[in-house]
Every structure is written in C-alpha cells, then in structure tokens.
C-alpha cells in the first residue's frame, strides 16, 4: 500500500515540537509527563493507521529493531559514565583547556558523546572557575566534545548506531579518522588561538586566586571504565556477522536480543558496584535518560511511515552526489533531532540507488553513507537542538554561573562563522 504525504504531519509536528517548545514554553517542556503527553497524542494515530493499513510489521520492526537497541545503548552508557566522578582543580592556561577539549574529543566515539559531555563539563568548569572569559570553552567544547569527536564508532552518535544497525560494519567508521582529524585539528587551533587571547584579558587577580586554588585531580568509580569496554564490545563482537544466529530469520528471543541482554546486564553491574556517594557527587538523575525514551517512542513511532514515503519517493528529491546528501542530511540535523535526520536520508539513498557488494555499505554507496554519517554527527553542533548534549551541556554551564549565548546569538556568534567554514573544508577535501 502506498503511504500518502498527510501521514507525514505527526513525525513532522514531533521534530518541530522537540524543536520550538523548549524555546516558546520552556517550564511547561521541562515535564517529562507533557512530553509524554504529546508522544501519545501523536505516536498513538500514527500506530492505528499503520496496523489498519497492513503496515504493522514496519512499525513493529521499528520499536523492537531500531528504538529498543537505541535505548538499551544509550541507558547503558549514561548509567556507566555517570558512575564515574572526576574532580579537582589545576590552572586554567589555554594548554590545560585544550588537553581537556582531546581528551573529549577522542572518548567521545567510544563512550559517546553524551558520556564523554556528561564525564568532563563539570572538571572542565571546575578548572575555569576562577576565569572571567569561558564562554568560548563551552561553546568549543559543545562542537568537539559534544559533537564531532563521536565520528569513529557506532558509540559515538546515535545516528550512526542506527546506521550501524542497518547494516554498516561496526570498525568501517574508524575509516573516517581523516575527517575527523581535519575537523579536529581546525576546531582545536581555532580554540587554542581564541583561548590565549582572552586568557591574556584575564584580570592578574582572578589568575593569581587560579594558581593558589589548585586540587589534585581524582577520579572515583574506576570501575565503570571496565564496564565502558565492555559495552565496546558487545557492540562491536554481538551482532550478526559475529554470531550468524542473530541473523536468521526467525532466531529465539534471547539470541535476537542478545546483545541488548548483555547490555542490561552491564548496566546492573554498574548501579550494584558503583557507590551511591559517586552518582550524587555527579548528580546523577535518570531524568535526562527517561526525557530520551519518551520522546524517542515519538520519534520512531511516527517516523516509520515518513520512512516508507521517503523510500517510494527517493528518485523525486534529485539527491545524487555525496555532498548534496552531505549538506541536506547537516541542514535539517542542525534544526531536528540528527538521529532521524540520518535515518531519513539513508533510506532516501536506498530508493535511490541501493546495492549490494564492493563499493557499497549498509545497502547504499560508502561516499552516500559518509556523507550521511558526516552530515548528520558534525551539523548536530550547529544549534542547540541539534543533538541532545548540546542543552545538557549549555544547562549544566548555566547552573555554574556562565552566561551562554542566547539560541540565535549561538548561531550567530559561533557555529556560523566558526563551525560552518570548518565543515565546508572538510566537505571539499573528502568529498
């Protein structure tokens, strides 16, 4: 049957929801009920329609293939990285604030980008209490930590775990360590060159208090360390090209489901050997993660037939070289959530040219799903709303006394002028 273009609305006022609410009604968006109010009242039509309409089978493998594993691994790295606590204080001289911003940028592919955010902003902050001029940090680290750094692995972002679920091979990522280092490279010296100068603004006062306040930097929950590699791998090693059994046709519950058994089991380990006195130092709260599932029902609920309409219309959109897939999946990740903006145009690209053997990956040419992967991960750094750290980070940052730049005054300020000349210099060099 095909998919009318009205069965789009719901997925659509979802994205605009999740996008324009925390801005318009931002004490009524902060409840996760009203957010779960919302999903149902779009998520549920959307549901009636597809198993009315023969469609049943799509929308089941959506929440059981895609939303399930999505949310296992994200609850799993969250619960994980917030067993870790770091503290302490050392002088905030440029060198310093960069050694931080790479380290982030390089665990952000293997813990994620919202464990690696989630892990440092707070000794980050702690380290620039003393300074005067951190914006710019924040912002920087939002772009490097938050965003670009996720690139080299399926861990890193999740729209490249759905891609990795589609069918892209779990180390083909770590091929793209040339635009991730070219990304990195150019945003580190541009923070480098930035931090310097306003380090030299510094009042001698606040410079002197930075020198005598210093704390040796600890870390409490080493353990979890032990628990992230282990994620790594099940992710890595469990699926099917590992364990042929999970890819037949119809395999037991347990083995379908393994990985995300494993996963589970991870996670339990975690909250049992962790101390509580850890996770309150970080202030763990499972709002954020709750927040996550119940807008993600949204979003794959309503995304399925948005999918199905994008794979009967894919030849329509005239989208044929990589970088046009490049800078169309980056434009609408860097205003809607980047998970099913990369979705979307994965399938787009399989209406369009889908294949199989040498040349290609996860049904689609590996150019197409580099640009996708590329798009999707580097844009969700253009805005706020372009991926879920970004607000954790900027919130966390506000709660710490920094005056972050308002939503148009960190496009304006920032990714526009910074950012985007970046990403397009990547985009001429590697595609």
Known sequence: MQVELWTLIPFALMLLSIAILPLVAEKWWESNLHKFYIVLALAIPTSIYLIANGMGHNLEHQMLGDYLPFIILLGSLFVTTGGIHIRGDVMATPQVNSLVMIIGFVLASFI????????????????????????????????????????????????????FLRGADFFWFLSLYGEWLVAGVLL????????????????????????????????????NFIYLLMIVCA?????????????????????????????????????????????????????PINEVAILFIGIFATMTPALLYLGEHAADLGLTAPWQYFYSTGALSSFLDNTPTAVAFHQVALGAAAGTGEGFMAG?????????????????????????????????????????????????????????????????IFL
């Not at 914006?135 to 080299?152: E, K, P, Y």
């Not at 042929?244 to 990985?259: D, S, W």
């Open 112 to 163: 994620g980008t919202t464990g690696a955010a989630m892990l440092l902003i707070r000794i980050l902050l702690e380290i620039n209490q003393q300074r005067k001029y951190k914006v710019h940090t924040v912002l920087f680290f939002i772009a490097l930590v938050a965003n670009c750094g996720g690139i080299l692995s399926p861990l890193g972002d999740p729209p490249l775990f759905m891609l």
């Open 188 to 223: 580190l010296a541009i923070y480098f060159l930035m931090d310097v100068y306003y380090y030299r603004k510094e009042d001698t006062a606040d410079l002197m208090a930075d020198m005598r306040e210093q704390k040796p930097i600890t870390i409490d929950g080493g353990v």
């Open 235 to 287: 992710v890595a090693f469990i699926n099917p090209q590992y364990i042929p059994a999970m890819g037949v046709e119809h395999p037991a519950v347990h083995i379908k489901f393994l990985r995300e058994i494993v996963l589970l089991v991870i996670t339990a380990l975690s909250l049992i050997t962790t101390r509580s006195s850890i996770r309150r130092a970080n202030n763990f709260s499972w709002e």
């Open 364 to 428: 689609i040419s590996v150019p197409i799903l580099t640009a996708i992967s590329l798009g999707a991960v580097f844009f969700g750094a253009m805005t706020y709303i372009g991926n879920g750290p970004n607000f954790m980070v900027k919130a966390i940052a506000e709660q710490e006394g920094v005056k972050m730049p308002s939503f148009f005054g960190y496009m304006l300020k920032f990714s526009l002028i910074i950012l985007l000349p970046v990403f397009v210099i990547v985009q001429l």
